[in-house]
C-alpha cells in the first residue's frame, strides 16, 4: 500500500522545510523536498504529520500560520498519493515526484494558458508574420506552395488602409467582435473616398475576412464580419478587352522606329501567344526553352501560383525569339510596360488602343485559343486557371461568338455524319 511521510531535516534553523517520502513498496521509495513550504521546527509533531497548535505558549498568529501550512500539507500529501496509484510505477522516480508536488503546490503554473483575444491590429499583423511559412493547397501540388511575395505585399497594403481608417475616425484600434455590418459600410465608404475600384475594395474585404478566419473558432464565431451572407466581397464585371488573332497579326506587322516601342511590341506578342503574366516574362529566355521530339518548349515555374507548366513555342513566338537571337530583352517596370504598349497599339490603328496592357495579351491568348477550339482544360494548363468556371469567366466571348461557335461545331458534325460512307453513323 503506498503511504507518504514528511520528514524535517536539521537545517533550515526553527523554519526548515519538509520533505515528502513516497513509499509504493519495499523497493520503490523516493523522496523530494517541498520548496517554500515551512513549519516550525520546535511545534512539529512527527505522529501527526504537521505542526501541533495545540501546545503551550504558541502566539495567535503563529496558530494562523500553522493551521494553513498544515492544510497545504494534508492536500499535499493526499494529492501525491492518489496521483501515485494512477500512475505505473515504472514511471515514478524523484524527479516525477519533484514534478507533481510542483504541479499539485502551483496549479496556474501549469494551467492552459487562455491566450488574450487579438485586436484588429495585432490580428492582421499575426496574419501577414505567418504567410511567409504558410502552404496553401494548389492543383498538381499535392505538398501546396507558399504564399507568394506579391500576395504578402496586397497583405501589406490592407493593413495600410486599416491604419488609415482608424486615424481617420480617431481610433487606436479596434476589437475584432467590432467588425459588423455598420463597419463594413464605413469601410467599404472610406476606401471608395480614396479612390479605390469596386474590384479593389472588394480584394481588401476578402483579404480581412481571410484575417478573422485565421482567428481561433471562439473569436471569429462571434464576428458578423465573416457571418454568412453578412458583409459579402464587392466584385464587378470588368470591362477588360482582347484581341483578336488579326489584330495581334497587324500590331506585329507594324513598322515602329522607336527602338523602345518595337522592344514592348515583340514582348507583347510573346505573352499573346504563350499566355503567361507580364510577372514570368523575364522567363522567357533561352534558359528555360527545352526540345521535345523535334520541338521546343518553355518550361517555367509561374511567380504568382508556383505551378510548373510547359508551353509550346508558337510561330509568332519563335519569329519574335529568332529576332533577337534567342537573347531577349529584360522587361520593363509593369507600369512603364503598360503606358508604351498603348501607343503601339494606337501606332497599329486599333479603335480601343486606350484599354490594351499586358494583361490583354494574356486574355487574348485564352480567348484565341478557346475560339479556336482547343479544349478548355488544355488552356487551362498552361493559363494557370484551377477551375473552368473562373476560366469560362475569364475569356471574352460574346454571346454572339459563342452562338457562332456552336453552329460552326455543329455544321461540322454534321458534315461528317452526312459524308459519302457515314450515313448512318449517328454524330
Known sequence: MATTKFIIGKRGGDRPEVTIKLTMNSSLRVQTKVPGVLVYRQYWSEAKQCNDTTRKFIKPWEVE??????????????????????????????????????????????????????????????????????VVKRKGHPNGVHIAPRTIFQYRQLQNQVLAYL????????EVIELDEVFYNSFVNFLEKQGYKVNTIG?????????????????????????????AKLAEEVDNIYLTEAQLEAIAAQPIAAHYLDRVRDQFILLSWTGCRYSDLDKLNKKHITTMNGREYFKIVQQKTGAKVTIPVLAPVRAILEKYGYNLPRPIANQKFNEYVKEVAKLAGLKEWQRVTAHTA???????????????????RITGHQTEKAFLTYIKVTEDENAERMIKKFEEQEARRLAPGTANVKP
Open 65 to 134: 500560520e500553522m493551521a494553513e501550512v498544515n492544510k497545504t500539507l494534508a492536500t499535499l500529501a493526499a494529492e501525491v498519493l492518489s496521483r501515485a496509484t494512477a500512475t505505473p510505477e515504472e514511471d515514478i522516480n524523484k524527479e516525477w515526484l519533484a514534478a507533481e508536488v510542483d504541479n499539485i503546490l502551483h496549479p496556474d503554473k501549469y494551467a492552459p494558458k487562455v491566450e488574450r483575444p487579438k485586436t484588429l491590429k495585432e490580428a492582421i499583423e499575426a496574419f501577414i508574420e505567418a504567410a511567409p511559412n504558410k
Open 203 to 231: 480584394y481588401f474585404i476578402k483579404s480581412l475576412k481571410a484575417v478573422i478566419n485565421s482567428l481561433p473558432l471562439a473569436q471569429r464565431a462571434t464576428c458578423e464580419f465573416v457571418a454568412p451572407k453578412k458583409c
Open 167 to 174: 486615424k481617420a475616425y480617431n481610433r487606436d484600434d479596434m
Open 362 to 380: 494574356r486574355r487574348s491568348f485564352a480567348t484565341n485559343l478557346y475560339k479556336r477550339d482547343f479544349p478548355t482544360l488544355m488552356i487551362m
